[in-house]
């Protein structure tokens, strides 16, 4: 029994030296970090004091300043100006009026051409003629109707005078006057129905010559002597004279792009810039491409073609006296943007830091909104690696 009390009461004290052991280890370590914190503290005012003691010295000591290298840079004047944002989308130069010439009845074989892809032709043109024997038969026919049925009015009316003239001497019967006159009156209505006929047929001969309605150049002509034409897009006419240009624009700019939008259109084969203006913005989004329908008229030039490329630019977003920096120069560090600018201070010149908020961006140009002042020179070149407060020049010498 002597001997058990004895090892309990030597684990009890093992327990009592491990607990003590961790005691001090937490206050060794709680001891250490509040030194380090002081050493920190101490150290940053150190800093502080190093840096504010290097500004006095460099404004007494000016034999410092001479021995400290100053870094080449180039710096541009902040100058006010617009600021204009585009959308930059492709699209292509089409024509306004496209006609596809059709015949008037129901086709026919072609009997002669008259005109080949890339003419020129004038509204009223002769294109093509189509087999017309039919028609040219009918003709005929209701053309010969016709003579007959003069040669019997002449002959009614003949009758119908010397029966008027017989009845004036009291000759013959009031019926055969009547049946005279009716007989002249009904060959004469013949003759006014079978002229109608001969102007149908007339008309149907026509149907076979196939006219130009429109001013234009013949874009496409896919038929061939001796083929079928019914005006299935076998013959294309393209006004280009009365061109627009045409584009797709994405859905999320739905609410800047309308009628009345102004627009770039810049066409790279030729080198030629012109401005216009949204005519037409569609009310739709495509299912497949998310975008919507926009175009806009353009001013005829012999230099410009239906479906040549256009690179266009919608401005969707201006502002007038803004001040901007060239993209390169706006900078990031854990406070947000920043440009380095050039200021004079003791007659030196030195790099500063100034943080700046941003606006839009279009391509190289960056809106600045505030951060810089009109006339700051902005440090353009070599402004990398640069520091605030380093000492910089720009004299090339």
Known sequence: MQKTAQILLMAIFVSLASCGGKNDSNIELTQKKTKLEELKKLQSKTDADIAALEKEIAKLDTSAVKNEKAKLVAVTAVAPATFTHYIDLQGKVEAVNISYVTPRAGGGQVKELFVKKGDIVQKGKLLLKLDNTIAMRNLQYV????????????????????????????????????????????????????????????????????????????????????EFFNGAGQIKIVNTN????????????????????????????????????????????????????????????????????????????????????????????????????????????????????VGELYADTQEIKTG????????????QSLYDGQLITTDTK
């Open 143 to 226: 053309q010969k109707n016709m003579q007959s049925l003069k040669t019997q009015l002449d002959f009614a009316n003949t009758l119908y005078e010397k029966q008027k003239n017989l009845w004036a001497e009291n000759i013959g019967t009031e019926v055969q006057l009547i049946t005279a006159k009716n007989n002249a009156e009904n060959i004469s209505n013949q003759i006014k129905a079978t002229d109608e006929q001969v102007k149908i047929a007339q008309e149907q001969l026509n149907f076979t010559n196939i006219y130009a309605d429109v001013d234009g150049v013949a874009d496409d002509v896919n038929i061939r002597v001796g």
């Open 372 to 383: 810089l002042a009109v006339n700051d020179l902005i440090i353009t070149d070599g402004y």
């Open 242 to 357: 009365d061109l627009k240009i045409t584009t797709q624009i994405p859905e999320n700019y739905l609410g800047k792009v309308k009628v009345g939008t102004h627009i770039k259109v810049t066409l790279p084969d030729i080198n030629k810039s012109i401005d216009a203006v949204i005519t037409v913005a569609g009310k739709l989004i495509d299912a497949n491409s998310r975008s919507f329908f926009a175009e806009a008229k353009i001013p005829a030039n012999s230099a410009f073609y239906p479906n040549q490329v256009a690179m266009v630019q919608i401005m969707d977003y201006s502002s007038p006296n803004a001040i901007t920096a060239p993209l390169n120069t706006v900078q990031t560090d854990d406070k947000g943007k920043f440009v380095m600018v050039a200021v004079k201070e003791n007659g030196r010149l030195i790099a500063r830091k100034k943080q700046v908020t």
